[in-house]
C-alpha cells in the first residue's frame, strides 16, 4: 500500500511538469512589442498584455521589437531563433507594415506587393513547416483624425497585401486595421488620445517634458486592442480557442 501511495504522489507531482504548454510567439514591431521599464513606463505593447486573455495552458513568448519591419526582422536572424524553437501545436502571430513603410530607410523598407508579400509567405511556410500555425494580422491604426474629425488611414497598401496573402494561403486573419480603426472612431478625436500617449509637460513623471504619440498605445490601449484579438480568437476555428479567457 505504501508502494500505491508513493506511485499516486509522484504521478500526481510528475503531471504538471509534464503537461506541454502551447506557446504564442508574437512576432512584429513596437506597438506589439514589450516595453522597458513596465510600471513606470506608460507605453505599452498589445502583445505585452495578451497573457491576461489566456489560461495557464498558454504561454506567451514575445519577440516583436521596436522599429523592425518584416525585412529588418529577418536580417537580424529574430525568425531564425523564432523558427528553431518552434514546436507542433505552437502559433505564430505576424503583425508587421508601420516600418516597412520607412522609405527613407534601405535596411528596413519594403515594397508592399514584393519583399514584403513574400516575407509574409515565408513566415507562413516556414511555420507550417514546423507544425505550427501562422496568425496574419493588419496593423493597428494610427490616431490620425483630419479636422473633420475623420479617422484618415496611414498603412496604404500593407494591411491590403496582408489580406491577399492571408486568403491565398489560407491563414488565419485578425484584421487590426478594421477593428481599431472601429476602436478610435467609437472614442473619437479627443476621448482617443487616452489609448496613446498624450501627456503635458510634468503631467507624467517618465515624460517630464511632455508627450504626443499618436501611434504606440497607453496601458489603456493595449488592453483594449488585446482584448480584441482574444475576441476574434474566439471566433476561429482553431484549438487556441479553447485557452481564451475575457
Same mark, same amino acid.
Request: hydrophobic content about 35%; overall charge positive.
Given at each position: 500500500m505504501k508502494v500505491r501511495a508513493v506511485l499516486i504522489l509522484f504521478?500526481?507531482?510528475?503531471?504538471?511538469c509534464? $503537461? &506541454?504548454?502551447?506557446t504564442i510567439y508574437c512576432i512584429g514591431d513596437s506597438t506589439m512589442a514589450d516595453k522597458k521599464d513596465p510600471g513606470r513606463n506608460p507605453e505599452y505593447g498589445?502583445? &505585452?498584455? =495578451?497573457d491576461s486573455f489566456f489560461t495557464e495552458e498558454v504561454l506567451i513568448d514575445n519577440r516583436a521589437v521596436n522599429g523592425r519591419s518584416s525585412k529588418s526582422f529577418m536580417a537580424e536572424n529574430r525568425w531564425d531563433s523564432v523558427y528553431h524553437s518552434l514546436k507542433q501545436g505552437d502559433y505564430v502571430f505576424i503583425q508587421f507594415g508601420? %516600418? *516597412? &513603410?520607412?522609405?527613407? *530607410?534601405?535596411?528596413?523598407?519594403? %515594397?508592399? @506587393?514584393?519583399?514584403?508579400r513574400h516575407n509574409l509567405m515565408r513566415f507562413v511556410t516556414e511555420t507550417r513547416e514546423?507544425?505550427?500555425t501562422p496568425i496574419l494580422f493588419t496593423s493597428i491604426v494610427r490616431r490620425n483624425? %483630419?479636422?473633420?474629425?475623420?479617422?484618415? *488611414?496611414? @498603412?496604404?497598401e500593407y494591411p491590403v497585401v496582408t489580406r491577399q496573402v492571408a486568403r491565398e494561403m489560407e491563414v488565419p486573419l485578425i484584421d487590426l486595421q478594421y477593428l481599431t480603426e472601429v476602436l478610435e472612431t467609437s472614442y473619437g478625436p479627443e476621448r482617443s488620445k487616452i489609448l496613446h500617449l498624450h501627456f503635458k509637460?510634468?503631467? @507624467?513623471p517618465y515624460y517630464p517634458e511632455g508627450k504626443e504619440d499618436n501611434t504606440h498605445l497607453s496601458k489603456k490601449g493595449a488592453l483594449l486592442v488585446s482584448?480584441?484579438? $482574444? *475576441?476574434?480568437?474566439?471566433?476561429?476555428?482553431?484549438? =487556441?480557442?479553447?485557452?481564451?479567457?475575457r
Open positions: 504521478l500526481l507531482m510528475a503531471r504538471p509534464g $503537461a &506541454q504548454e502551447t498589445w502583445a &505585452q498584455v =495578451l508601420h %516600418n *516597412d &513603410q520607412k522609405v527613407k *530607410d534601405s535596411s528596413r523598407f519594403t %515594397n508592399p @506587393h514584393t519583399t514584403y514546423k507544425g505550427a483624425f %483630419n479636422e473633420y474629425g475623420t479617422l484618415v *488611414d496611414t @498603412h496604404g509637460p510634468k503631467e @507624467h482584448g480584441l484579438v $482574444a *475576441d476574434e480568437l474566439k471566433k476561429l476555428p482553431i484549438s =487556441l480557442a479553447k485557452y481564451v479567457r
